[in-house]
């Protein structure tokens, strides 16, 4: 039995992305666009990426929840649901999103192409809610000086973190993911001294090291965001990028995350929201705002190019 062609979920990590987020509109002619946009998706990435080939360029699709009926209607992924806001020492808010195109190459020039060829494709089908232009900064750090991505799952490990499996096996070869945009007070985690910014990130912040069980404090957000079930780490694949605008002070890290199951995900952000034991939160969010939160599916790269005969 031939292995189920995957999205291109564990590209690997580039020095420019599109998060491209859209609403669908309602009706069977703007899911058919959308469907036949699925079909050829492929086909348009391999396009646009032969101009330049060492560029890597892919594209990730991802698929809400409200919009997965409409489209493709039953079955559905088990897992799918809209994003659950989290109300805690901060808030962490649920936003509009029908599909989620995760767009990376070396170069933004690329990105932004196909991006501009997605939009032309489906015209009024989709209104815009939110798209964000992300870049590698410096060695991949985020814009508060610290290295993002560190713990990341590689090869194997990897696929194994953020694949459907056996456990849902009609949607094998999917993936869920999660976005949300963060805004920095730069100014007001600047003024904070280097030693307690490492203690509330959990790493020394230039070399990276992870600080010591005796000196992390429990609030750390690596210490937060570490999930262990029965003795074995429960991974996720995180492809963070830096985004900003300077004339409006803006600076933000757009955090996505892929992992086999949401509910992964989803506990790393009731720890860091609610706390682990509650109370105990994220002191990074006393610094970083996040100002949108979806959730989507990424079906298989096969159950894409037969979208077109779903309707």
Same mark, same amino acid.
């Given at each position: 039995?031939?292995?189920?062609?995957?999205?291109?979920?564990?590209?690997?990590?580039?020095?420019?992305?599109?998060?491209?987020?859209?609403?669908?509109?309602?009706?069977?002619?703007?899911?058919?666009?959308?469907?036949?946009?699925?079909? +050829?998706?492929?086909?348009?990435?391999?396009?646009? =990426?032969?101009?330049?080939?060492?560029?890597?360029?892919?594209?990730?699709?991802?698929?809400?929840?409200?919009?997965?009926?409409?489209?493709?209607?039953?079955?559905?992924?088990?897992?799918?649901?809209?994003? &659950?806001?989290?109300?805690? &020492?901060?808030?962490?808010?649920?936003?509009?999103?029908?599909?989620?195109?995760?767009?990376? !190459? !070396? %170069?933004?020039?690329?990105?932004?192409?196909? #991006?501009?060829?997605?939009?032309? &494709?489906?015209?009024?089908?989709?209104?815009?809610? +939110?798209?964000?232009?992300?870049?590698?900064?410096?060695?991949? &750090?985020?814009?508060?000086?610290?290295?993002?991505?560190?713990? $990341?799952?590689?090869?194997?490990?990897?696929?194994?973190?953020?694949?459907?499996?056996?456990?849902?096996?009609? /949607?094998?070869?999917?993936?869920?993911?999660?976005?949300?945009?963060?805004?920095?007070?730069?100014?007001?985690?600047?003024?904070?001294?280097?030693?307690?910014?490492?203690?509330?990130?959990? %790493?020394?912040?230039?070399?990276?090291?992870?600080? +010591?069980? #005796?000196?992390?404090? @429990?609030? !750390?957000?690596?210490?937060?965001?570490?999930?262990?079930?029965?003795?074995?780490?429960?991974?996720?694949?995180?492809?963070?990028?830096? /985004?900003? +605008?300077?004339?409006?002070?803006?600076? =933000?890290?757009? /955090?996505?995350?892929?992992?086999? @199951?949401?509910? %992964?995900?989803?506990?790393?952000?009731?720890?860091?929201?609610? =706390? $682990?034991?509650?109370?105990?939160?994220?002191?990074?969010?006393?610094?970083?705002?996040?100002?949108?939160?979806?959730?989507?599916?990424?079906?298989?790269?096969?159950?894409?190019?037969?979208? !077109?005969?779903?309707?």
């Amino acid at each position: 039995m031939q292995p189920i062609l995957a999205q291109p979920v564990t590209a690997p990590l580039t020095r420019a992305a599109i998060f491209l987020v859209v609403t669908l509109a309602r009706g069977d002619a703007p899911a058919q666009a959308c469907r036949a946009l699925c079909a +050829d998706l492929g086909g348009l990435v391999r396009a646009i =990426g032969s101009r330049v080939p060492d560029a890597a360029l892919s594209c990730v699709l991802g698929i809400g929840s409200d919009a997965w009926d409409g489209l493709f209607g039953a079955p559905r992924p088990r897992e799918l649901h809209p994003f &659950r806001e989290i109300n805690g &020492r901060h808030h962490a808010v649920a936003t509009p999103g029908d599909l989620l195109f995760h767009i990376r !190459a !070396a %170069r933004q020039d690329l990105c932004f192409e196909l #991006a501009t060829h997605i939009m032309r &494709r489906l015209g009024d089908a989709v209104t815009g809610a +939110d798209e964000v232009h992300g870049f590698t900064y410096f060695d991949n &750090r985020d814009l508060i000086g610290f290295v993002d991505g560190t713990e $990341n799952p590689v090869g194997q490990a990897a696929l194994d973190a953020t694949l459907v499996g056996a456990e849902d096996p009609v /949607f094998a070869g999917g993936s869920y993911v999660i976005v949300q945009k963060y805004l920095h007070d730069l100014r007001g985690w600047n003024a904070v001294p280097e030693a307690e910014q490492e203690k509330i990130v959990g %790493r020394s912040k230039q070399s990276n090291i992870e600080l +010591d069980d #005796a000196t992390k404090p @429990s609030y !750390a957000h690596n210490a937060l965001t570490s999930l262990v079930e029965d003795g074995r780490e429960l991974e996720i694949l995180r492809d963070n990028m830096s /985004f900003g +605008d300077a004339a409006k002070g803006e600076f =933000g890290t757009y /955090f996505i995350g892929y992992a086999c @199951s949401p509910s %992964r995900i989803e506990k790393m952000l009731e720890n860091m929201f609610i =706390g $682990n034991p509650p109370g105990n939160y994220d002191r990074l969010l006393d610094f970083s705002t996040a100002v949108t939160g979806a959730l989507f599916f990424v079906p298989s790269a096969e159950f894409l190019e037969k979208a !077109a005969g779903a309707d």
